[in-house]
């Protein structure tokens, strides 16, 4: 499990499984896409080098949007990127006069421009303010650390990050807090490490991984995210579309999984004892299978990629099916049972 997206080898980001991801989509000359993750533009520009192309690229961040201004002016208008969130895929082209597209490429998790800003508050490896959101808006971190009951914070740790000493690390949060506010990145780096003990290998991740991950899921609502943008990708495909989902940490992936398992009548029965009932039509067509894991060369050369996992499938011209959030195994935070 990791709770980010790979991080820029040079003054241009190639995201894990691009060739992979874009050559899903299929994409043809004169096609309209969506790139809902548009970060440092990795997708979008794969995608523009084809000719003709059009690219709504999708962004909550509004640095990315500045900065997708000079990439912008490369591409002669066929380029436009919008402030906003994936989930409101359908609204944001709806606003521009566009009603359906030709395909949508998602690259989820945080992007690597978020983690190398240590004023963001994302990465436990650069000090900085304990902010991580996405929007620079609303409820931080540290709004959370120091606001939240300790059953809160339990259940926050292990239903986002599946930390197994949730309860530990949310006495000891509650302790220091009582003390003075958690403000910083490192404070909360150490008092995870005070619990879980420091990291021993080179290789093992760092103790405060799933901590990280946990409050950043949290605060941003991704999971709902994920849930909601599936759903809003469906609507606005055309048949033939193609929806290409590079996720990066289980829950996510659960999420994608289960979206394609339902949408290509793959989902199954609740129960082998109970009939077997006939569900909505298909409304995708499985492209990848199990899904599709980077080669051994990418993940040598990034190893944050080694959890990443493609899916990806192909519209239909069935009706969309209504989203159902707990189908999907979205967690439910129940009061602080952990």
Do not use: C
């Not at 006069?97 to 395909?103: E, P």
């Not at 690597?112 to 971190?141: I, K, N, V, W, Y």
């Amino acid at each position: 499990m990791t709770q980010e997206r790979p991080a820029r080898s040079g003054a241009r980001h190639v995201p894990v499984l691009r060739d992979a991801a874009i050559g899903v989509l299929g994409v043809r000359p004169g096609g309209v896409y969506v790139d809902g993750t548009f970060g440092a533009g990795g997708y979008a520009r794969a995608i523009l080098a084809v000719p003709r192309t059009r690219v709504f690229a999708i962004d909550r961040d509004p640095e990315a949007v500045r900065g997708g201004a000079a990439l912008a002016a490369q591409f002669d208008g066929r380029l436009k990127v919008l402030e906003g969130r994936f989930s409101r895929m359908g609204e944001l082209l709806a606003g521009q006069g566009i009603g359906r597209v030709d395909g949508v490429v998602l690259d989820l998790g945080v992007s690597s421009m978020q983690l190398d800003e240590a004023g963001r508050g994302f990465s436990f490896l650069r000090e900085g303010p304990l902010d991580m959101r996405m929007e620079r808006a609303g409820t931080s971190a540290a709004d959370v650390v120091n606001s939240a009951s300790e059953r809160e914070l339990a259940e926050i740790l292990w239903r986002y990050g599946e930390e197994r000493r949730a309860r530990a690390i949310a006495r000891a949060i509650a302790r220091r807090r009582a003390v003075a506010p958690i403000r910083t990145t490192v404070e909360l780096a150490e008092i995870v490490e005070s619990v879980l003990g420091p990291k021993r290998k080179p290789k093992m991740a760092h103790p405060a991984t799933r901590t990280f991950q946990a409050l950043r899921i949290h605060v941003n609502r991704e999971l709902e995210e994920v849930a909601e943008g599936l759903s809003a990708a469906e609507h606005i495909l055309r048949p033939g579309g193609v929806l290409s989902v590079v996720s990066f940490h289980s829950l996510e992936d659960r999420i994608v999984k289960r979206f394609f398992a339902a949408r290509t009548g793959r989902a199954g029965r609740p129960s082998r004892h109970l009939p077997e009932v006939k569900g909505p039509e298909a409304s995708f067509e499985d492209l990848t299978g199990g899904g599709i894991a980077p080669p051994e060369d990418e993940i040598a050369a990034n190893r944050r990629a080694r959890s990443a996992r493609l899916r990806a499938g192909r519209r239909t011209a069935a009706v969309p099916v209504a989203l159902d959030a707990r189908a999907l195994g979205l967690p439910q935070l129940q009061g602080g049972r952990k």
